[in-house]
Structure formats: structure tokens, C-alpha cells
């Protein structure tokens, strides 16, 4: 049986907090990636979608980076994230990707954003 989006499968937004988009910042400055974490977690996230922020995605040659997981579906991880302008293009993506049983969000609906700044699809450790 295919994982169906549901609370006991919820999606995670994980949110690289250590992104300095290529900036010097000084260590004690607010980078980026901890301002991106910071407008989505003031937002109201979607039914069923936490947001997490880590330590690093490994992807600090490409702007503020997040990624979607959960259950058995198709984890993305997204690039090139703007802490100001995308913070509301996020969530609708992770309402799509919560809403699919596999994590697919057909092409057409996925935002623009999602669609040329994929940096990985990692398939799902379950089928």
C-alpha cells in the first residue's frame, strides 16, 4: 500500500539555517538561512507540514536550501531560495507535495521555482 498523506505521515520542510548565500557574514550575524527559517515558521503552515531547521544541506554554492520529506514518499531538495521573496511559494509547494501520495507534484502545478531549481530527488527508502 502506498503511504497516503495523512498526520501520522507528515511532511517535513527542512530549512538549511547555516546558508549564508554566498555573503560574508560574521559569525555572530543573522545569515540568510536562519531568516528564511525564521519567516516560515511566523507563517501558518499547511495542514500536516512541520518545518525543521538543520545545521547544513551541503549545498552552499546555491543560495538558501530546503528540502520535503516524509513517509514513503520522494524526498526534493530545492536551491537558489530567497528569504524575503519565496518564503509563501514554499509553503504552497509543500501543501502540493503533502497532498500526494509519492511525492510527485505533477509538473504543471509545481511552482516555477520547484520546477528549475531541483538539486536532487532521492527516492523513497520504502515502496
Not at 9 to 21: A, D, G, M, Q, Y
Not at 60 to 71: E, F, N
Not at 85 to 94: E, H, K, N, T, V
Amino acid at each position: 500500500m502506498r503511504d497516503q498523506a495523512t498526520p501520522s505521515n507528515p511532511t517535513e520542510l527542512l530549512v538549511c539555517v547555516k546558508c549564508r548565500r554566498g555573503r560574508e557574514i560574521p559569525e555572530e550575524g543573522r545569515r540568510p538561512g536562519q531568516a528564511l527559517f525564521d519567516a516560515l515558521d511566523a507563517l501558518a503552515l499547511p495542514d500536516g507540514v512541520r518545518v525543521t531547521p538543520v545545521d547544513c544541506l551541503q549545498n552552499c554554492d546555491h543560495g538558501c536550501t530546503v528540502a520535503l520529506r516524509g513517509g514513503a514518499r520522494w524526498t526534493y531538495v530545492f536551491a537558489n531560495v530567497d528569504e524575503v521573496a519565496d518564503p509563501d511559494m514554499i509553503l504552497d509547494g509543500a501543501a502540493l507535495y503533502h497532498a500526494t501520495a509519492d511525492g510527485l507534484i505533477p509538473w504543471r502545478t509545481r511552482p516555477e521555482h520547484f520546477k528549475r531549481n531541483c538539486v536532487a530527488r532521492i527516492p523513497p527508502m520504502e515502496s
